[in-house]
């Protein structure tokens, strides 16, 4: 009997140990899974992939999770400067690193050019997939918070092009889990087959007046026109309607950043709309002369690259931009 009991402690004792190991080590492991990883996941009986950052010394602590939608045809390792080529997305990481939160790359199917794609709110568009983006950025969001302690009033989306009409999408339909989107050379489409927001949502685009693909002033998109890529208003009907839907301020606080670099023939404005009831705003960068592009100082594309999408302004960091807007947004409702 002695014997027995004996054993039985012992068994006892080993199970606490192993049920207290098995309780701590995804969080011991996290902590230890700091860098640059691509990863899969199923959504809807698909594989989808993303990159995923976490930054050294991450906090304890719930933190921010930030996605970063890429533009039509373009691959996460685009983003993520894996590639080789010039990204000002992959400053996010560097921004990571300071700030203590997660960044994301997702990315979408291919649509007819076998290139990745984003399945925006464009009614008009035919060249993107068909696939449930939404659900995808949904399943993200689940799939990472399982796995990281994720601040749950903290999670943003900023996306450039096809990603910036995703990013308004998302705004839209996971209104109730986004605290925040930016949304870069984009505007509302013209043609949408998504309904209105049902709560407020903070905002920021960033558009060029110079853009040769998303027409500042509404039309049809594309270098040249294409009915396939759909149509959008004007970047000013598009900043008005949010404005309208988040009952901001209707006169902005307006700034004129430093001319840093006079060679790149723009220079920007921002414009903020603040509501101090609810706490969302909408801020619009105005990138005067700028084109189809993120603006960058770190991260300057080539002159062969402006010379199909226009000029790149070089006087912000897109991402040090972005993050100055999300950072104090938080989920109001």
Known sequence: MKENNKYMLHLTIILQLLFCVSCHEP?????????????????????????IYTPQHMETSSVPLVFELHGGGIYIEDMTGESGHKTPYKLWMELANNEKFIIVYPEGLNGTYNKPTWNDCRGDCIVSSGADDVHFIESLIDEISTNYNIDQNRIYV???????????????????????????????????????????ISILFMNGTDDNHMPYNGGTIGNPPNPDHGSVFSTNETVNYWIGFNRTDTIPE??????????????VQRFSYKNRNNGTEVDFYKVIGGGHSAPSIKEQYSSLFEQYFNKQNHDIELTTEVWNFFKSKTLNH
């Open 158 to 200: 900023s996306g450039t092009s096809n990603g910036g009409f995703m990013a308004q999408r998302l705004a839209i339909e996971l209104n109730d889990k986004i605290a925040a989107v930016a949304s870069v050379v984009a505007a509302k489409p013209a043609v949408s087959k998504c309904s209105s927001p049902t709560y407020p």
């Open 254 to 267: 307006i700034y004129t950043y430093p001319d840093l670099d006079t060679t790149d023939g723009s220079f």
């Open 27 to 51: 969080d011991n492991n996290n902590m230890k899974e700091n860098g640059l990883f691509t990863k899969n996941i199923k959504v809807d009986g698909i594989t989808r992939r993303y990159a």
